[in-house]
């Protein structure tokens, strides 16, 4: 089975530009996570969605930040305008509904110059 | 404020010399507990989870034990394919896991 998928694997764009980050989850799987990861404070989460409805964004930093997941098969982490310290590992995760296990993909490494 | 504790941030060993690292957490109403390792340039691979005091759990050279406000993953006769970052996570009353800074382990050959 594929595990979760995410695109670009690396983005390098400039300050000011839109960035958007996709993520498939592993078939199945009701929740999907967003995280951020950087050397300073590690993994933190941004927003989770159950079923494709977002449950908590909390952890969104600021308005730049917006996520969506029109189906159980796709969602999207957009910023805009990127700024130079949003520059970090984004990961996506899932898990299927009943366990708390969350699976993680890849990553992007986005670099905002 | 509920926190993961990771120690030591990082950690060298000989293959072959076994050693421990620890997950101390202050969450109340623990659900869970989870270990992930993960690589340079990837995400984490989870390991193992934990749900009860005196619970373990072993893979390959890797045991993981909890108890009411810690847990230790302990790596028996480690190998240079051991090296990683091993990071460790809690989750309570929400969805939400709470990952604390992980240990860098270097083992050498």
């Known amino acids: 089975d594929a595990g979760v998928i995410q695109s670009p694997r690396h983005e390098v764009t400039e300050m000011g530009q839109e960035v958007t980050l996709r993520c498939k989850p592993i078939s199945g799987h009701d929740y999907l996570f967003w995280y951020r990861q950087t050397m300073m404070r590690g993994l933190e989460l941004l927003i989770y969605f159950n079923n494709n409805v977002p449950i908590d964004d909390s952890g969104m930093p600021e308005d730049r930040f917006s996520a969506k997941m029109p189906n159980a098969s796709f969602s999207t982490l957009k910023i805009q305008p990127s700024e130079p310290r949003d520059s970090a590992v984004y990961f996506c995760?899932?898990?299927?509904?009943?366990?708390?296990?969350?699976?993680f993909g890849p990553g992007t490494r986005l670099t905002v110059l | 404020e509920d926190q993961v504790t990771q120690s030591p941030e990082a950690l060298r060993l000989q293959e072959g010399e076994s050693s421990s690292l620890n997950c101390s957490y202050t969450?109340?109403?623990?659900?869970?507990l989870f270990w992930y390792r993960q690589d340079p340039g990837k995400g984490p691979e989870f390991l193992f989870t934990l749900y009860s005091a005196g619970e373990e759990k072993e893979k390959e050279r890797l045991k993981a034990t909890l108890t009411k406000k810690e847990s230790f993953l302990h790596i028996t006769a480690p190998k240079p394919e051991d090296s990683a970052t091993y990071l460790c996570?809690?989750?309570?009353?929400?969805?939400?896991?709470?990952f604390g800074t992980g240990t860098r382990l270097q083992v050498f050959p």
């Open positions: 996570a809690v989750i309570y009353n929400t969805d939400k896991l709470i």
């Open positions: 995760a899932s898990r299927p509904g009943g366990t708390d296990t969350q699976y």
């Open positions: 969450v109340s109403g623990l659900r869970g």
